[in-house]
């Protein structure tokens, strides 16, 4: 879902955002024509694995062995040291597939603008600005146009996409990208200045950890606000909790059964640390979840740093202090607080 590019001016307008598209449970079949469950918007920009480049050969004629020189050769051993091919193959000088791709986000490093042959429907060359800062701080990271999704689709070999989708294909990955970022910041506001700050925004629970958070940042000023620094698709290999949970979907089918996640994605981003930047990775599990009644279709994002000793205190912190304020009864005694306190 992360298909942004890194290149030119970023454009004026704001990512397009489809109504109705809210988090919900992820135990449902993504719904009938929804353009972003096929598989080809999944698998379009897959890094595919380079073919091994063979070395050219020198010509024998740049050989510094005298082969010529009889007391020489005989000095030397049965076979001459110096590595001999064929003089006559050219090098081979094909670019390898890793190198066309941009090393911050593995995609093509320019897409075409140009219409494609046979293209019968035309589409918008504009692009979006995100809402998200690149690493670099060279300005905010930009959204591809439907006629590159397409034409990189086509590139990938998919030629019977849907051209009058693509569109659609466009708005609702902004969307999701969108989404996955403002998850990414909410969780940089609460830990990003530390685990004790952390656990002083988690220890009420979540439904009150947005006034923490608020009551914190009045005090202390505005937040720092983290950057993307390269991101990567990994739609084929499924994180340990999809994985987990896919099997405990077929042991208890009743409570975990669940589609797997139609994508999956790691981004790397900069977390200020007493000044200094720190990269943390965070992971991202799409899923589906049941439309809306109007038969749109709804998306629910599973967004979490990745495993390292300070994420899973963090993860630990956040899951614990909901679970804490719930189990000791803290919910209802600051509801029977506040009740009484009018």
């Known amino acids: 879902?992360?298909?942004?590019?890194?290149?030119?001016?970023?454009?004026a307008s704001a990512a397009s955002k489809p109504a109705n598209h809210s988090p919900r449970g992820n135990d449902a079949a993504p719904p009938p024509g929804c353009p972003m469950h096929n598989k080809r918007t999944v698998d379009a920009f897959a890094s595919a694995a380079p073919a091994p480049v063979a070395p050219s050969a020198p010509a024998s004629s740049g050989c510094p062995v005298p082969h010529g020189n009889p007391a020489a050769n005989a000095a030397l051993s049965s076979s001459c040291p110096i590595p001999?091919?064929?003089?006559?193959a050219a090098p081979n000088k094909e670019q390898s597939f890793m190198s066309k791709l941009n090393p911050l986000n593995y995609m093509f490093q320019s897409i075409s603008q140009e219409r494609a042959p046979n293209q019968t429907h035309m589409l918008p060359t504009s692009r979006d600005e995100s809402s998200i800062p690149r690493g670099s701080g060279d300005g905010n990271w930009e959204y591809p146009s439907p006629q590159q999704m397409y034409n990189a689709l086509l590139r990938k070999g998919y030629t019977d996409t849907d051209v009058t989708a693509v569109e659609s294909m466009v708005a609702v990955h902004n969307f999701l990208n969108e989404g996955a970022w403002s998850e990414i910041v909410d969780w940089e506001r609460r830990f990003g200045k530390g685990l004790k700050r952390g656990w002083e925004v988690s220890k009420r629970g979540e439904e009150n950890a947005h006034l923490e958070l608020r009551r914190l940042e009045a005090q202390e000023g505005r937040p720092e606000q983290p950057t993307l620094i390269r991101f990567q698709g990994r739609p084929q290999e499924m994180t340990p909790?999809?994985?987990m949970l896919q099997m405990l979907g077929r042991i208890y089918p009743s409570k975990f059964a669940t589609e797997p996640p139609f994508d999956r994605h790691d981004w790397y981003v900069s977390r200020n640390v007493?000044?200094?930047?720190?990269?943390?990775r965070y992971v991202i599990d799409f899923y589906s979840a049941p439309p809306e009644p109007t038969g749109e279709p709804v998306f629910y994002l599973d967004v979490r740093p990745a495993i390292t000793p300070t994420a899973a205190v963090e993860r630990l912190m956040r899951w614990g202090g909901d679970v804490w304020?719930?189990?000791?009864?803290?919910?209802?005694r600051e509801a029977n607080k506040n009740g009484s306190g009018h």
Do not use: I, L, R, Y
Not at 84 to 88: A, T, W
Not at 325 to 332: D, F, L, P, R
């Open 274 to 280: 007493d000044g200094q930047p720190k990269e943390v």
């Open 1 to 11: 879902m992360g298909w942004f590019w890194a290149d030119a001016t970023p454009a």
């Open 84 to 88: 001999h091919g064929n003089p006559d």
């Open 325 to 332: 304020w719930k189990a000791s009864g803290a919910e209802v």
């Open 241 to 243: 909790k999809a994985a």
